[in-house]
């Protein structure tokens, strides 16, 4: 059993090991000031990632070492649907010349799995492992919609639902609305929930079972996300990809 002197160590070290990823390099004294730990604790923690491969130094200023990658890219292969859905989410990319993810939840929360640009795909901050709220996108609100009532309840508790834009849903009952047509359209919208100017489409990837694997979704300004495209190509498109993902988890 843990005791809370080592849970404490072990949370000191993460929000280490976060702050070096958010400040893109440290120095002791700086990581020291920003997160309120003494400069010596400091210096331990990062002797110790430093000893074990996970940090590097360069002058006085510490990084994070290309050890996490290896972290990452098993995390990244971990489930069959997520090798699977990286080849989809290319082709997708290539055949609406937009920017197309597959992802997944997490914690409460959205992870992108796996990122493609085609032609035309404009540069956003999301990138592969970054986190976001569920509710302010299209391939989150496709994910929701399909959850358990319990997990879905689970979600809203303990994370919210906190307003990114103007157009975001914050009220329970009306993505409770909009989460029912949802479900019976099979595919989601979002216009502008999460960042302005930026519209997407999602749709969701199912288990035998009918639980929810991740969902895909296509990104791209508001300028050219309306009409049959936005409103019929781009569903039946995902929806394909999506078939095809389900079929290949299925019988793989």
């Known amino acids: 059993m843990c005791s809370k002197a080592s849970v404490k160590t072990?949370?000191?070290m993460f929000r280490i090991v976060d702050a070096l990823q958010e400040f893109d390099g440290a120095r002791v004294s700086e990581l020291s000031d920003n997160l309120d730990i003494g400069k010596s604790t400091v210096y331990r923690h990062l002797s110790a990632l430093q000893e074990n491969r996970y940090v590097v130094?360069?002058?006085?200023?510490?990084?994070?070492?290309?050890?996490?990658?290896?972290?990452?890219?098993?995390?990244?292969?971990?489930?069959?649907?997520?090798?699977?859905?990286?080849?989809?989410?290319?082709?997708?990319?290539?055949?609406?010349?937009?920017?197309?993810?597959?992802?997944?939840?997490?914690?409460?929360?959205?992870?992108?799995?796996h990122v493609a640009s085609g032609d035309r795909?404009?540069?956003?901050?999301?990138?592969?492992?970054?986190?976001?709220?569920?509710?302010?996108?299209?391939?989150?609100?496709?994910?929701?919609?399909?959850l358990p009532e319990r997990e879905l309840v689970e979600v809203i508790e303990k994370h919210g639902l906190p307003r990114l834009?103007?157009?975001?849903?914050?009220?329970?009952?009306?993505?409770?609305?909009?989460?029912?047509?949802?479900?019976?359209?099979?595919?989601?919208?979002?216009?502008?929930?999460?960042v302005e100017g930026l519209c997407s489409v999602g749709v969701p990837v199912l288990?035998?079972?009918?639980?929810?694997?991740?969902?895909?979704?296509?990104?791209?300004?508001?300028?050219?996300?309306?009409?049959?495209?936005?409103?019929?190509?781009?569903?039946?498109?995902?929806?394909g990809a999506a078939d095809e993902l389900e079929l290949n988890v299925r019988y793989r």
Not at 137 to 145: F, N, Q, S, W
Not at 165 to 192: H, K, M, P, V
Not at 209 to 235: D, K, N
């Open 57 to 113: 130094k360069q002058g006085d200023i510490y990084y994070l070492s290309l050890k996490f990658l290896e972290h990452g890219y098993y995390a990244q292969h971990r489930e069959p649907v997520y090798r699977m859905a990286k080849p989809i989410v290319e082709k997708l990319a290539v055949e609406t010349e937009e920017r197309c993810q597959f992802v997944v939840k997490e914690h409460y929360r959205g992870v992108y799995v």
């Open 10 to 12: 072990a949370d000191t």
């Open 165 to 194: 834009t103007e157009s975001s849903i914050t009220d329970e009952e009306e993505l409770r609305e909009e989460l029912a047509t949802i479900r019976e359209q099979g595919y989601a919208f979002n216009r502008e929930g999460r």
């Open 121 to 146: 795909g404009v540069e956003t901050d999301t990138q592969g492992g970054q986190r976001f709220d569920l509710h302010v996108t299209a391939c989150g609100k496709a994910i929701l919609a399909n």
């Open 207 to 239: 288990g035998v079972a009918g639980q929810v694997l991740g969902a895909l979704s296509v990104s791209a300004p508001a300028g050219r996300m309306r009409g049959e495209w936005y409103r019929e190509t781009l569903p039946d498109i995902l929806l």
